[in-house]
């Protein structure tokens, strides 16, 4: 998306946040800066159990809900 229009997505990882190696931390700006403040006002760790998805990545998660997952992930 940030070749098409860079800037729209941010990574957020630089936040006290945990999130799982294989997600990717990104955010519209507003959204990070929400988000900063929110882990701020909490004044602990945010855990992140999901985050961007690519379009194939969403198509997949839609199918397999859909259709049931032929891998059994």
Do not use: H
């Not at 800037?7 to 959204?31: E, R």
């Amino acid at each position: 998306m940030n070749n098409v229009v860079p800037g729209t997505l941010v990574d957020f990882s630089d936040l006290n946040i945990s999130i799982y190696p294989k997600q990717f931390p990104l955010l519209q700006p507003a959204a990070k800066n929400a988000l900063r403040r929110a882990i701020q006002n909490r004044g602990t760790t945010m855990g992140i159990n999901s985050a961007y998805r690519t379009c194939a990545q969403q198509y997949l998660l839609r199918y397999w809900f859909e259709y049931g997952n032929p891998c059994g992930f």
